[in-house]
């Protein structure tokens, strides 16, 4: 599945930051916030799942919808090419106005969560520069996503998926961070 070729964004044009952490470790508040304050394109894997599985037509839908509930991982392929549109669309709409810097800027939140995922990311679209982890206790994240429950209208804010994401956290995440943490790129907050 991967390849020796260029990857589609080069990696001197475009920064990419990977934001991990267990679910409801407050990834994706903290992207928002970092997004602002940085003037990066926050991309959210999860929400671009939801929207690939609420879009008419799509092939994907009924799939992305099991592995959601049941914590588990969409196949690396669907979540890394809506991804990658996303990077070419941002870059797109940016055409007149670019980043001051000159360089892309990517805040990649809740992805990669296993490591099929970031070798095929960091081989075929771009590498990732750093790897943010956002940590705090079990204890807490549940009482995050249960009250965020009452209102999200996500079918994995429930104790059932609740559970089934810890584990794909702690079996299949961690992995990728301690890789990242071998290569030195990463940041533990
Ligand atoms: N997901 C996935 N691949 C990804 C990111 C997310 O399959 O690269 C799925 C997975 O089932 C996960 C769900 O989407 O449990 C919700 O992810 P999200 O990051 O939105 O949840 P959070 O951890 O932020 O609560
Ligand atoms: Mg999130």
């Known amino acids: ?15 990419v930051v990977y934001v991990l952490g267990g679910p409801g470790a407050g990834k994706g ?18 929400d671009l799942l939801r929207a690939e599985q609420n879009r008419d037509g799509s092939q994907y839908g009924v799939l992305i919808r099991t592995c959601i ?9 669907v979540t890394s090419k809506l ?24 805040l990649i939140d809740g992805f990669p969560r296993k490591m099929d995922q970031a ?5 075929v679209v771009c590498p990732a520069s750093l790897v943010i982890h956002f940590t705090t206790t079990e204890d807490v994240m549940v009482e995050r996503l249960l009250e965020r429950g009452k209102t999200s209208g996500r079918e994995d804010d429930n104790i059932e998926s609740i559970r089934k994401r810890f584990r794909t956290y702690y079996d299949q995440t961690m992995p990728v961070i301690e890789h990242y943490s071998k290569l030195s790129k990463l940041v533990e907050v």
């Open 29 to 46: 508040t903290q992207c928002t916030k970092l997004a602002e304050d940085f003037d990066f394109c926050h991309l959210s894997a999860g």
């Open 119 to 123: 070798e095929l990311f960091d081989e």
């Open 69 to 77: 509930r049941e914590g588990t991982i969409v196949p690396k392929e």
């Open 1 to 15: 599945m991967t390849s020796n070729g260029p990857t589609a964004f080069d990696h001197n044009k475009v920064t």
């Open 83 to 106: 991804l990658e549109n996303a990077m070419a669309a941002e870059i797109q709409s940016r055409s007149s106005h670019r980043w001051p810097s000159g360089k892309g800027r990517f």
